[in-house]
Nanobody
Framework: QVQLVESGGGSVQAGGSLRLSCAASGYTFSSYCMGWFRQAPTKEREGVAT???????EYADSVKGRFTISQDHAKNTLYLQMNSLKPEDTATYYC?????????????????????WGKGTLVTISS
């Protein structure tokens, strides 16, 4: 079974940093498009960042320059380093995987359909 388990969420003040982790199992980690998505309570789920099998990355315009997506193949773990956090970053963050190559623009998409999802980890940024 493909499983994705997020961790690292929490509550921090604006300007602070968090690093989210996604532990993957049940598949060949490096063969999948991987991404982070987020959803605020009254909003649709939106793309945040993606990383393809060749290591290429894309970011939502709203997080570019502040967030960094990376992966550790040896540990089958995906990361999202979030710096200079803003209140508008408050959301539940989801790790997702798909056996298809990453699609151009998906990091700026809304309700993008990935095959596998984690349960999410809550990030709350206070003013």
């Amino acid at each position: 079974q493909v499983q994705l388990v997020e961790s690292g969420g929490g509550s921090v003040q604006a300007g602070g940093s968090l690093r989210l982790s996604c532990a993957a199992s049940g598949y060949t980690f490096s063969s999948y498009c991987m991404g982070w998505f987020r959803q605020a309570p009254t909003k649709e789920r939106e793309g945040v960042a993606t990383i393809d099998t060749d290591g290429s990355t894309e970011y939502a315009d709203s997080v570019k320059g502040r967030f960094t997506i990376s992966q550790d193949h040896a540990k089958n773990t995906l990361y999202l380093q979030m710096n200079s956090l803003k209140p508008e970053d408050t959301a539940t963050y989801y790790c997702a995987a798909d056996p298809l190559p990453c699609s151009k623009g998906m990091a700026n998409s809304v309700n993008y359909g990935m095959d596998y999802w984690g349960k999410g980890t809550l990030v709350t940024i206070s003013s």
